[in-house]
C-alpha cells in the first residue's frame, strides 16, 4: 500500500484510540525551528503519530533525536544560505508518550545498541491491522 494512503488510514483508526489526544498547546506551536507558522491542518497531530508509528515500524528502534532529524527541514534565513534545522521534540515526545500509555510501543534499552522506542505485539498487530 503507497504510505500516503496507509499513513491516512492509520491516522483514522489513532483518532478512535482513547490515548491520542490533541493537546490544546499543539494549536498555537510551530513544528518545528524552520517553520513560520504553526501546522493548518486540523489532523496534523493524529497525521504525525502515524508517521512516527511507521518509522518505528520500518526501522525497528527509534529514539526521539533521530525523529526530530527526520522531520526536520531547511529554515530560510534570507540572503544567507538556508540551514538544515531539527523539528520540535516536545511534540514527538508527547506522541511517543501517548504510544506508550496506549502499548502501541515501549522503550528499548539493550547494552551495545541503539537505545529507542520498538513496537510491542500489540503495535505490531495494530499496524497490520490497517487495511
Do not use: C, H
Request: glycine letters at 8%; zero cysteines; aromatic letters at 10%.
Amino acid at each position: 500500500m503507497n504510505a500516503n494512503e496507509y499513513n491516512s488510514k492509520l491516522a483514522e483508526a489513532l483518532k478512535k484510540l482513547e490515548g491520542f489526544e490533541q493537546p490544546e498547546w499543539s494549536l498555537y506551536v510551530k513544528s518545528g525551528l524552520s517553520k513560520k507558522l504553526p501546522p493548518l491542518d486540523n489532523d496534523f497531530w493524529f497525521k504525525r503519530a502515524a508517521s512516527i508509528l511507521r518509522q518505528i515500524y520500518v526501522q525497528n528502534v527509534v529514539g526521539v533525536n533521530r525523529l526530530k532529524t527526520r522531520y526536520g527541514s531547511k529554515k530560510n534565513r534570507g540572503m544567507k544560505p538556508e540551514k538544515f534545522k531539527k523539528a520540535s521534540g516536545k511534540m514527538i515526545r508527547v506522541l511517543l508518550q501517548q504510544a506508550e500509555s496506549e502499548g502501541l510501543i515501549e522503550r528499548f534499552n539493550e547494552s551495545g545498541k541503539r537505545a529507542g522506542r520498538r513496537l510491542t505485539d500489540k503495535g505490531k498487530e495494530f499496524m497490520e491491522g490497517i487495511e
